[in-house]
């Protein structure tokens, strides 16, 4: 989807459009980075940023009542006075899972602090975890996530011009060098600043082979995953098992089925 930097109101309807609008038997429904509030300027962010349990977030809980489709939407978060890049995954009960960025792009810096932990959850029984943009160049973050047990890496996006290639290229590899399913959801359109973001959405399989890549239009796309690629990927060799160097950090389980590794 493209959308209004600052212009909270604006993207919050077309959120709340699409999610009516999807078919009754869609399981997840993902958007792309910080869709409710755009890429906010230093001025609109204090302006627009809200707390996870603002009146946006409610919408959305709102709208997803009676249904059964989770949504991954991004948000400003405002948190004890600062900021944050903040990814949702929320369901009719609530939000099951939040993700603060944790590799800010140099513009964000200065605005939003970054986060200190990754984090997956369970989600119709596919154990998920999330990325935003910045944090599929680096490997260490999708493999913070499958040393979690991550089966379905998300990532909302706001890659622009003119690294789309960037992107395309990453998301392929972090997929495969953990040998999960991975889903990312690109903003496409112009932005301020002359930004022109790259579109490029995509869903790879645990080879990391694209099972659909879009273009530079704004679109919605069915894909379904094969869930016993997982099995068939890890059949003959396993990264995650073979490896010798495992992440640092403190690893938490919780009752509920989130798990997190803290990072300094």
């Known amino acids: 989807m493209g959308g209004r930097d600052g212009d909270t109101a604006y993207n919050l309807e077309r959120t709340l459009q699409?999610?009516?609008?999807?078919?009754?038997?869609?399981?997840?429904?993902?958007?792309?980075?910080?869709?409710?509030?755009?890429?906010?300027?230093?001025?609109?962010?204090?302006?627009?940023?809200?707390?996870?349990?603002?009146?946006?977030?409610?919408?959305?809980?709102?709208?997803?009542?009676?249904?059964k489709v989770a949504v991954l939407v991004g948000v400003a978060e405002r948190a004890g006075g600062?900021?944050?890049?903040?990814?949702?995954?929320?369901?009719?009960?609530?939000?099951?899972?939040?993700?603060?960025?944790?590799?800010?792009?140099?513009?964000?810096?200065?605005?939003?602090?970054?986060?200190?932990?990754?984090?997956?959850?369970?989600?119709?029984?596919?154990?998920?975890?999330?990325?935003?943009?910045?944090?599929?160049?680096?490997?260490?973050?999708?493999?913070?996530?499958g040393q979690l047990g991550a089966e379905l890496i998300l990532v909302c996006n706001g890659n622009m011009d003119p690294y789309g290639p960037v992107h395309r290229t990453a998301i392929m590899a972090r997929a495969q060098e953990n040998q999960a399913f991975a889903v990312m959801v690109n903003r496409v359109g112009d932005g301020a600043e002359g930004l022109v973001f790259a579109g490029g959405s995509a869903a790879i399989d645990p080879f990391g082979r694209p099972l659909f890549e879009a273009g530079r239009e704004e679109c919605r796309q069915v894909v379904e995953l094969d869930l016993d690629l997982l099995r068939s990927a890890r059949r003959d060799y396993d990264y995650l098992r073979d490896r010798r160097l495992l992440l640092c950090g403190e690893q938490r389980e919780y009752a509920d089925g989130r798990r997190e590794l803290l990072i300094a």
């Open 82 to 145: 600062a900021f944050y890049n903040t990814s949702l995954l929320i369901t009719a009960q609530g939000v099951v899972l939040s993700y603060r960025k944790t590799h800010l792009w140099p513009s964000e810096r200065g605005l939003f602090q970054p986060g200190d932990r990754y984090v997956t959850a369970l989600c119709n029984g596919v154990r998920v975890g999330l990325l935003i943009c910045y944090d599929i160049e680096f490997p260490e973050s999708a493999r913070a996530l």
């Open 18 to 67: 699409a999610i009516a609008s999807c078919a009754a038997d869609t399981d997840l429904l993902v958007f792309p980075e910080t869709q409710l509030m755009g890429f906010a300027d230093a001025q609109q962010l204090a302006e627009v940023a809200e707390p996870l349990d603002g009146p946006s977030v409610q919408a959305v809980q709102r709208a997803l009542h009676g249904r």
